[in-house]
Every structure is written in C-alpha cells, then in structure tokens.
C-alpha cells in the first residue's frame, strides 16, 4: 500500500517488533599496598570491581511512508565511569563520556536508586558528558554506582565501585601510599603514544617511582614521568614494539609501600603491499626465508614460554603466529612482539597444560610463505622435591639518592627460602633495605641509593633439594 502525502490518505497501522540484548564486561583494578607497624609489616591486596553493562532494547514500527526517516543510533558510552577509592570525608567524583543521535538523557545510580540532584550529590551534565560529585563521602556511602544513558534507540549503562576508607594511620601517626585509581592494560599501535595515570595519597615526603619489567624508568626523549597534584601520569610519547611489557607504579614513604601495575602490548602493523614491479622496484625481490626456527620449550607450569623467530625477506614478510594451525589472537597472555627489524618473538606470560601444543611461526610476502613449528610442553609439579631456580638479576647505574629495586622469580619444590646478600653479608631489613616475597617473586627494594652501596647484590634460594644463587652488580654515580 502506498499513501501519497500530497492527495492525502490513511496511513496503515503500524507493524511491531522488539530489539533486545545486552553485553556486560567486568574489568577489575588491583593493586598492592604495604603498611609499617613497629616491627609487623602488613600487606594488604586490593582489588576494585568495574562492571560495564550495554543494554540494547527497543520496539520498532514500520509502515509504508514518502521520505527518509532518519535511524535513530542507540547510546554507547566514549567513556566509561572509573572505580573510585577515597577516604572518608573527602568528595568523590565520577565521569562519563557518551554518543547516541538523538542525544541520550542520562540518569545515576546508587545500587539499584536512582540518584536526585542535590546539594550532597551533585550532578552536570552538557552536551556528551556528565558528572556526578558527591560533596562527602562516608563509609555508608560505599557501593556500586552507575549511569545509564537513553534515547528511543535504546539503553546502555555503565558502572564501578565506591571505596570509602577509613583514613589509617601507620608508624608516628603516618598514613601509608595508597592508591586511589591504579594504572590500566593498554594496547596501542606501534608509533601511537599511550599514557598511565595514577593517583595516590598518603603522607608526604613520598618517592613514587615507574618500573618497567622491574627495572626503574627515567625520563628522556620518549619516556615522560609528570606530577600534578596527586595524579603521576607516565607517557611512552612514540610506542616501539619493544615498550610490551610490565610497568609498576611504585609508592613509598616512612610508613610503607603502595603499588599497582599494568600490562602495555604494543601491536606492529603489517607491512605495507608495495608496487614492487621492474620500474619501481629498490631492490631484489626475494621470498620469505627462516633465519632461525623456533625451538622446542619445556616450562614448569605457571612460568613464562618464548618462542623466537629470525627472518629474511623482500617485501618485508608478514608474521602470524598459531596453536594447532589456529591463529592467536594477541592478549595479556599471548604477547607478540619485535627485537630489531628481523626477530619476532611469542611470549605466553604464563604457561599451564591447556597451553601444550604446537606451535608454528608463519612467514609471507608476496613472493611465497614458509613457516616453521615447534612444540610447547609444561611440566606439572609432583610430590617430589624440585631444586630452587632463580631468573638473572640484572646491574643497575642510578644516580646517587635513586630508589632501586633487584626483582627475580623462584621456583622449587617445597617452596625455597629466600635471602638477600651484598658482597656476602646477608641483609638485615630495615627502613632503607626492604624484602618483599609476593608468590614466587622475591624483590630487595633500596629506598635511598649512596655511593658506599655500590657492590655485589645477591639473591640466594634454598630447599632440602638444593641453592642457588642470582647475582648483580649495583653502581651508584655520585651527583658531584
């Protein structure tokens, strides 16, 4: 039936139909935190839960009609509302970002209430975004919060935690670092810049400090360490496949230690298809070609695999790693990665039984492919005793008054005793030397660097079955 606007008509009865669904995502911000009291030094691990929920519901009608009808496009949030941890009496504050055509009316919540503009909670919002304040805070007010943007498109809703603390206070009436947002996993291109922030509070003088694979980070060209306020941001201004790794931001003063880290995974963009005919060509074309194969791994469960390939060839080849002729995807454990123009290199961060397999390196350009496999095989831990392993400690140069940290990871069945050495004295703790064991990692953290400290650092594990040990050599560079 056709009903022409211009002679007039009835138009038919609308034919109905609904739209639902819905997908909810879970991310959660850990972080670790260490208190001094007297001679007990308290760990606390904490974790913070954000739920991100994307609901998808509509009705829509159709009738037959002249002209265009513009779709409506369901709301989706640019930016997600951020777990939020403060202390008592202080203000909080949450934020979101959003998009939708027509432009979505958002609403807040407290759990499942839905929260009024008041002079306690005060709610802005302009244009695509909104925030929600909450003047003061107390320890009742702990909970989930969330935003829920609508238009006849559809819904989506987004939320995280309040952590309300009670302001402790540690050694002399001294409260130590704690984080109130931590730094998050990213996954940049290779070039782009990626940025973490943190906030912490605590009492102040407090040495805060980035590591990277737990090695600590200076500021140069690329690397930009920034303070403002109590937000301490770190900014990789152009990614190099090597920047994948682990990065820590490490809080410290008299009365303890905070920390929280995160997973940076840098992607390298496929070669680019060139004109590579006779008049263009730079070069000799060749095909693909495997320099040096990835080799077999064995691995205790729960450590880490590498797998590395050497390649040659014009254009430059393209990588695709697999598991059983099943491409992987990269992720937080599967991290790909590049050494140089012509090493590629797959790193399982944490390798468990599901993980065996093998393995294949598949090389392509656009004069052929080749690849080449290997198999990853775990072993399980059994009731028999397994003698220590410690990985390389590595040196450091620092300057006279930097923060140091030597980090290993042990293995053994029963679980090794761990002590700290320099120039073969064993370590007593104290404020200036601390040794911290979380798990199978030992770490001999050194506040306040002088050039006397200079010397053999070692890391000695011990079992009934064995010892072993992990050496460095730490150089501190006077400032005159």
């Not at 503009?117 to 107390?138: A, Y």
Request: with cysteine; hydrophobic share 35%.
């Amino acid at each position: 039936m056709h009903i022409d606007s211009e002679t007039g008509g009835v138009p038919p009865d609308p034919f109905e139909s609904s739209v639902h669904g819905r997908e909810v995502h879970v991310a959660k911000q850990k972080q670790t935190q260490k208190e001094v009291q007297g001679q007990l030094e308290i760990t606390r691990k904490i974790t913070a839960t954000e739920t991100t929920e994307v609901e998808h519901k509509a009705r829509t009608q159709e009738r037959v009609v002249q002209g265009q009808v513009k779709p409506a496009v369901p709301p989706f949030f640019t930016k997600k509302i951020q777990p939020c941890r403060v202390f008592e009496h202080e203000s909080a504050r949450f934020e979101v970002e959003f998009e939708g055509d027509p432009n979505p009316s958002i609403t807040w919540y407290r759990e499942d209430f839905a929260i009024k503009n008041s002079s306690e909670f005060q709610i802005h919002t302009f244009g695509s975004k909104s925030v929600l304040i909450i003047r003061q805070v107390f320890m009742e007010d702990s909970g989930i919060f969330a935003a829920v943007a609508e238009n006849r498109g559809g819904a989506a809703k987004c939320s995280a935690n309040l952590v309300v603390e009670e302001r402790r206070q540690g050694r002399g009436g001294l409260v130590p670092p704690s984080f109130l947002t931590t730094i998050q996993d990213a996954i940049v291109k290779a070039g782009q810049l990626v940025r973490f922030d943190a906030k912490v509070t605590g009492t102040k003088p407090m040495d805060i400090y980035w590591l990277k694979n737990g090695r600590k980070i200076s500021s140069d060209i690329r690397y930009k360490i920034l303070e403002e306020d109590e937000i301490h941001t770190l900014i990789i201004i152009e990614t190099l496949p090597e920047d994948s790794g682990m990065y820590e931001c490490v809080a410290i003063n008299s009365a303890g230690e905070g920390r929280c880290e995160a997973e940076c995974f840098v992607e390298v963009a496929p070669a680019a298809a060139l004109d590579m005919s006779p008049d263009t060509a730079m070069g000799k074309l060749s095909p693909p070609k495997i320099v040096l194969a990835i080799k077999e791994q064995n691995v205790p469960e729960g450590q880490a695999a590498v797998f590395r390939c050497r390649v040659s060839g014009n254009p430059v080849p393209q990588i695709v790693w697999a598991k059983e002729g099943q491409q992987i995807k990269p992720s937080r454990y599967f991290i790909m990665s590049q050494e140089g123009s012509d090493i590629h290199v797959l790193r399982i961060s944490e390798a468990f039984p599901e993980d065996e397999g093998l393995y294949s390196c598949v090389v392509s350009n656009s004069k052929g492919e080749v690849q080449c496999a290997a198999s990853l095989h775990v072993i399980a831990p059994d009731s028999g005793d397994v003698p220590p392993s410690l990985t390389p400690l590595d040196d450091v140069n620092v300057v006279e008054g930097s923060p140091v940290q030597f980090r290993t990871q042990f293995t053994g069945t029963p679980m090794p005793t761990v002590q700290w050495m320099r120039e073969g004295q064993i370590i007593p703790p104290s404020s200036d030397f601390q040794m911290i064991q979380e798990g199978n990692h030992a770490v001999l953290l050194i506040k306040t660097t002088y050039p006397e400290d200079s010397g053999v650092f070692t890391c000695r594990a011990t079992n009934p079955a064995s010892q072993v040990e992990s050496s460095a050599y730490l150089t501190v560079h006077s400032k005159h």
